[in-house]
């Protein structure tokens, strides 16, 4: 084998797209993988791994960006760059932007700025109607040739039944995945948080859980009917991951992701009126977390995501009722999501697949996995160090944290992007 660009020695290499959990090198040149096992120390450079996991570069499938429009909430540089200091290089972003990713020319417009940037691979989510308002389709086949791997309003739930069934008709002509916020807001609208006993001792407006399910169980009917691919954003109640799990085990293509504040917290955590724990659909009962942790056990739940929707403080401290809806956490995803398998719920190798293939396989992706010839993608990061996050030293413009000041364990030490190390302690340009 000729001289390598770069080895990285002696780390825990875990691969769950080929099934490979054990110590060994990886060998890059030309910025893809030339090799996995043992090598000798003919490189360029060296990066030693040793006690530290070295995985395919993390893929966080629900990010919002801001970009076009609120450039001053995030950007897709600064978006990149908490991107890459959590170990993602693949994300995908939310079309709730202005304007809305509803035409090919906004996203080329992004995929244009990612790759300018050139620290993390961005894929847009195209807008499933015209200016999200769940009323006229989009051309989605055109926006799928400017780059958009998947549909969605989010930010917005598709609504109207009919117009549902039809995206689902246009979107399964095509192999599309259509993606739905969860929620019916008739039941929700008004609502800050989750209806129940802390909504009650606060006197704020709560969002009931029937809000998402009622929905959930709508789409799986149209689904049904239809055979399209249907995907359910942040799912975080009981109710819908029972209705996921029922359409799976009938054979309906339905599949579902969870944030990690959705299985790490409950709704307590916004007593003392914290806006920072603010978020659409919002935080539940122990009841609900446990169910979505138990789905993300048994498979119900093939994919971790972020749901990063950043914001700028003046938007979290006008009050709880009027505070936005939304929590960074791009920076916090890994070591939130490790306790999984520090609590013995998941195995490393299947906690990393909600990350990795598992999102690259449903978004038709060729990131996720540490293959001969794919793309050097990589994350390493110390699965015991303990770090206390500071929401002020966070990468992201968003600074709207509901962990600020509490300990993590695990945490990032670099990431690859394409070979070049683009995260090093700091996000670096090679």
Same mark, same amino acid.
């Given at each position: 084998?000729?001289?390598?660009?770069?080895?990285?020695?002696?780390?825990?290499?875990?691969?769950?797209?080929?099934?490979?959990?054990?110590?060994?090198?990886?060998?890059?040149?030309?910025?893809?993988?030339?090799?996995?096992?043992?090598?000798?120390?003919?490189?360029?450079?060296?990066?030693?791994?040793?006690?530290?996991?070295?995985?395919?570069?993390?893929?966080?499938?629900?990010?919002?960006?801001?970009?076009?429009?609120?450039?001053?909430?995030?950007?897709?540089?600064?978006?990149?760059?908490?991107?890459?200091?959590?170990?993602?290089?693949?994300?995908?972003?939310?079309?709730?932007?202005?304007?809305?990713?509803?035409?090919?020319?906004?996203?080329?417009?992004?995929?244009?700025?990612?790759?300018?940037?050139?620290?993390?691979?961005?894929?847009?989510?195209?807008?499933?109607?015209?200016?999200?308002?769940?009323?006229?389709?989009?051309?989605?086949?055109?926006?799928?040739?400017?780059?958009?791997?998947?549909?969605?309003?989010?930010?917005?739930?598709?609504?109207?039944?009919?117009?549902?069934?039809?995206?689902?008709?246009? @979107?399964?002509?095509?192999?599309?995945?259509?993606?739905?916020?969860?929620?019916?807001?008739?039941?929700?609208?008004?609502?800050?948080?989750?209806?129940?006993?802390?909504?009650?001792?606060?006197?704020?407006?709560?969002?009931?859980?029937?809000?998402?399910?009622?929905?959930?169980?709508?789409?799986?009917?149209?689904?049904?009917?239809?055979?399209?691919?249907?995907?359910?954003?942040?799912?975080?109640?009981?109710?819908?991951?029972?209705?996921?799990?029922?359409?799976?085990?009938?054979?309906?293509?339905?599949?579902?992701?969870?944030?990690?504040?959705?299985? @790490?917290?409950?709704?307590?955590?916004?007593?003392?009126?914290?806006?920072?724990?603010?978020?659409?659909?919002?935080?539940?009962?122990?009841?609900?977390?446990?169910?979505?942790?138990?789905?993300?056990?048994?498979?119900?739940?093939?994919?971790?995501?972020?749901?990063?929707?950043?914001?700028?403080?003046?938007?979290?401290?006008?009050?709880?009722?009027?505070?936005?809806?939304?929590?960074?956490?791009?920076?916090?995803?890994?070591?939130?999501?490790?306790?999984?398998?520090?609590?013995?719920?998941?195995?490393?190798?299947?906690?990393?697949?909600?990350?990795?293939?598992?999102?690259?396989?449903?978004?038709?992706?060729?990131?996720?996995?540490?293959?001969?010839?794919?793309?050097?993608?990589?994350?390493?990061?110390?699965?015991?160090?303990?770090?206390?996050?500071?929401?002020?030293?966070?990468?992201?413009?968003?600074?709207?944290?509901?962990?600020?000041?509490?300990?993590?364990?695990?945490?990032?030490?670099?990431?690859?992007?394409?070979?070049?190390?683009?995260?090093?302690?700091?996000?670096?340009?090679?």
């Amino acid at each position: 084998m000729s001289v390598a660009d770069l080895l990285i020695r002696g780390g825990r290499v875990i691969d769950p797209a080929n099934g490979r959990d054990e110590i060994c090198d990886v060998w890059i040149k030309d910025g893809r993988i030339a090799g996995v096992g043992t090598f000798s120390d003919d490189a360029k450079e060296i990066i030693d791994a040793g006690g530290q996991i070295v995985c395919p570069g993390l893929i966080d499938m629900h990010v919002h960006l801001r970009e076009p429009g609120q450039e001053w909430k995030e950007d897709i540089e600064s978006g990149s760059r908490a991107a890459v200091a959590g170990g993602v290089t693949t994300m995908c972003c939310m079309p709730n932007t202005g304007p809305h990713i509803d035409h090919a020319g906004v996203a080329i417009q992004i995929v244009a700025r990612a790759n300018q940037v050139g620290l993390c691979n961005v894929h847009p989510i195209g807008a499933v109607t015209k200016n999200l308002d769940g009323k006229e389709l989009t051309e989605m086949r055109e926006l799928s040739r400017a780059g958009c791997v998947a549909f969605s309003d989010d930010g917005m739930p598709i609504w109207h039944a009919g117009v549902m069934r039809k995206a689902l008709e246009y @979107a399964s002509s095509f192999g599309f995945m259509v993606i739905q916020h969860a929620e019916e807001l008739e039941l929700t609208r008004g609502g800050a948080i989750n209806e129940g006993w802390v909504s009650t001792q606060l006197g704020v407006t709560g969002m009931p859980v029937e809000g998402e399910d009622s929905m959930i169980a709508r789409d799986i009917m149209l689904s049904r009917r239809v055979d399209a691919r249907y995907h359910v954003a942040h799912i975080s109640s009981q109710g819908g991951v029972e209705l996921v799990r029922a359409a799976q085990a009938e054979g309906l293509k339905v599949t579902t992701e969870a944030a990690p504040h959705h299985f @790490a917290l409950t709704e307590e955590e916004v007593l003392g009126f914290n806006a920072d724990a603010k978020m659409s659909p919002p935080l539940r009962t122990e009841a609900d977390r446990l169910a979505v942790i138990e789905g993300l056990r048994d498979g119900t739940i093939d994919v971790i995501a972020t749901d990063h929707a950043p914001h700028h403080e003046d938007d979290k401290r006008c009050g709880l009722s009027c505070a936005a809806f939304g929590i960074v956490g791009l920076e916090t995803m890994l070591p939130v999501s490790l306790q999984l398998e520090r609590d013995g719920v998941l195995s490393m190798s299947d906690l990393l697949a909600k990350m990795t293939c598992n999102p690259a396989r449903l978004l038709d992706l060729e990131s996720g996995t540490l293959a001969i010839g794919a793309a050097a993608d990589i994350a390493i990061f110390d699965p015991d160090t303990t770090w206390t996050v500071d929401r002020n030293a966070l990468v992201s413009k968003g600074k709207n944290t509901p962990w600020h000041g509490k300990e993590m364990t695990g945490q990032v030490t670099r990431t690859l992007k394409s070979g070049r190390v683009v995260y090093a302690g700091v996000a670096v340009h090679g």
